[in-house]
């Protein structure tokens, strides 16, 4: 064979990679966006049963077909404290059976059908054509990656079989399980895609390369594949904090105790592969290597299983904690691989910028009834600190609007405008501070009454911020009758106060120069009232 030819073997082998990696971005990435919610619910059922947490780790990775991406968003949960240590590592375990998927689907490249399998890619694209549905064409988009995905591994096969007797020859050299590990450690590693080597492995079992001296050998690169995958893991956990440290290290940890209880059980056992595998799925290497990864994450996980917190106390010993810094925001740029999860977080955050501004206006009617222009200078703390948020909120959204299509807009959407309703609290308990200097330069009073029914209205405002926080938690629609009831009482109280404040100016019983300060106190109120309840109506 001559070097033209070679390079075009190589050309075709790695057009086959390629193809085949496309396809396996289309399907994941739609399957993804269809099941955007699914996956966001089983995130939320997290909890301290273990296999409930290996359940999810396994169906959200299987959804995904990417345990680094679903191990990334597990780092990042731990990060922003949506998730302990405790379920992190059930759910890793979870995730390292999930992966097999992908795997499963590259072996299937040994039954006749999937020829006909190929067609879907033409399929697929006709019907992103046809149809203007986002959801249909991502119907459409996984229909096309599921062809590409055979296609390209075709392409690997013609090309692998063309130099079959010069794979044969290389990898019949490399027969050092020692050296096989690495080998899968290392391009897992730079692929940073246990997946994607593990499918090519599959391939060329399909195409008839045998590596090493066959038996055990391919087993070895498919244990060296999985402590590969923990790179994605480790990396995404640079800058975090020491959980997010410790639960990378866990997910390192079980794969590599895993793979190195397996390597030494092959060792000892040479005809391990023979008497199993080989013997159950005759003349089918491409499914004994896909059964394989299966088996050895499944048997891993129910051997470590009851020792979940065993890994947690040696992360913790491992990778102690720093010295704890206040946070402005906990959002974290793992989460936007997943819309619906990061569009959730930023929820969760801009409750916590409610609960700041609310705070803030709580303590600007305070500094206003004690006339104390000291507790005005935390008010202007607190609104700062309310700014802050703000923009790191408002910045991550626009991030994540650069990868959302379909349904997540409108969530978008309702979350900017409740962002804006919500910074016009900090600004009417800004409004406070200048009402309280201004009552203590010009020596301004009201009388005990009107401070007394005000204190009322402020307080209807308060339970009113208390229903609706609960219903942005809760999802609890039930409570929109009870909002839209304090909402007419805060309306009426102002019209109350101000109608009873200008007889009042009519009969001489109040100064003129507390007009303007009262007027715009109340319709302050008033007006942060109407903005919590417009919060309140984009609850879908």
């Known amino acids: 064979m001559g070097i033209t030819e070679i390079l075009l073997v190589l050309v075709a082998l790695l057009a086959g990679v390629g193809v085949f990696l496309v396809g396996v971005h289309f399907l994941s990435d739609n399957i993804e966006q269809l099941a955007n919610a699914k996956i966001r619910d089983l995130f939320k059922k997290t909890a301290n049963n273990r296999l409930v947490n290996i359940g999810i780790g396994a169906a959200t990775t299987a959804i995904i077909q990417s345990s680094g991406v679903t191990t990334v968003l597990i780092v990042g949960f731990v990060n922003v404290g949506m998730m302990s240590l405790f379920q992190a590592t059930s759910m890793i375990m979870g995730a390292n059976i999930g992966t097999t998927i992908t795997a499963h689907i590259a072996s299937l490249q040994e039954f006749d059908f999937t020829e006909y ?21 991502s119907i459409g988009f996984i229909l096309a990656g599921l062809g590409m995905i055979f296609i390209g591994l075709d392409l690997m096969k013609s090309s692998m079989m063309r130099i079959e007797e ?108 023979m008497v199993t595998f080989a013997r159950w799925f005759p003349g089918a290497e491409a499914v004994q290597i896909a059964m394989f990864h299966t088996f050895f994450n499944c048997i891993c996980t129910l051997i470590f299983f009851p020792f979940t917190g065993v890994f947690v106390k040696i992360a913790t010993l491992l990778i102690k904690d720093k010295v704890k810094e206040e946070k402005i925001c906990s959002l974290d740029d793992r989460m936007l691989s997943n819309p619906a999860l990061a569009i959730d977080q930023s929820n969760l955050e801009a409750i916590k910028l409610a609960d700041i501004s609310m705070e803030a206006f709580l303590s600007s009617y305070n500094a206003f009834l004690n006339k104390d222009l000291s507790e005005v200078q935390e008010v202007h703390k607190k609104i700062d600190k309310a700014n802050l948020l703000n923009k790191a909120i408002t910045d991550y959204v626009i991030k994540i609007s650069a990868k959302t299509v379909g349904e997540n807009e409108k969530y978008i959407s309702d979350l900017y405008n409740n962002l804006g309703d919500i910074m016009r609290i900090a600004e009417i308990a800004d409004n406070f501070t200048k009402y309280t200097k201004r009552q203590i330069d010009d020596n301004l009073s009201f009388s005990t009454e009107i401070i007394d029914k005000v204190t009322i209205m402020v307080n209807k405002v308060n339970d009113l911020y208390v229903l609706t926080k609960e219903l942005l938690i809760n999802k609890n629609k039930d409570l929109i009758k009870e909002i839209d009831d304090v909402e007419e009482s805060i309306d009426n109280m102002r019209k109350s106060l101000i109608d009873e404040h200008i007889e009042r100016l009519n009969c001489g019983k109040c100064k003129p120069e507390n007009s303007s300060i009262f007027i715009n106190l109340v319709s302050n109120l008033e007006r942060l009232g109407d903005h919590l309840t417009y919060i309140a109506y984009t609850v879908k």
């Not at 067609?119 to 249909?136: A, E, H, N």
């Not at 590596?211 to 594949?225: A, K, P, Q, R, W």
């Open 166 to 273: 010069t794979l044969e020859m290389i990898f019949r050299i490399v027969d050092n399980p020692f050296l096989l590990l690495l080998i899968g450690i290392v391009v897992t590693a730079l692929a940073q895609s246990s997946s994607a080597t593990t499918s090519i492995i599959i391939t060329m079992a399909a195409a008839g390369v045998t590596i090493g001296d066959g038996g055990n050998s391919v087993l070895y690169m498919i244990l060296g594949t999985n402590i590969g995958s923990c790179v994605t893991a480790v990396m995404s956990s640079f800058g975090t904090n020491a959980n997010a440290k410790r639960a990378s290290l866990i997910h390192l940890l079980f794969n590599t105790f895993g793979s190195l209880l397996f390597f030494i059980v092959l060792l000892i056992w040479k005809d391990f592969n």
């Open 117 to 137: 399998v190929k067609l879907l890619t033409f399929v697929g694209i006709m019907v992103t054509m046809i149809w203007k549905s986002d959801k249909i064409k």
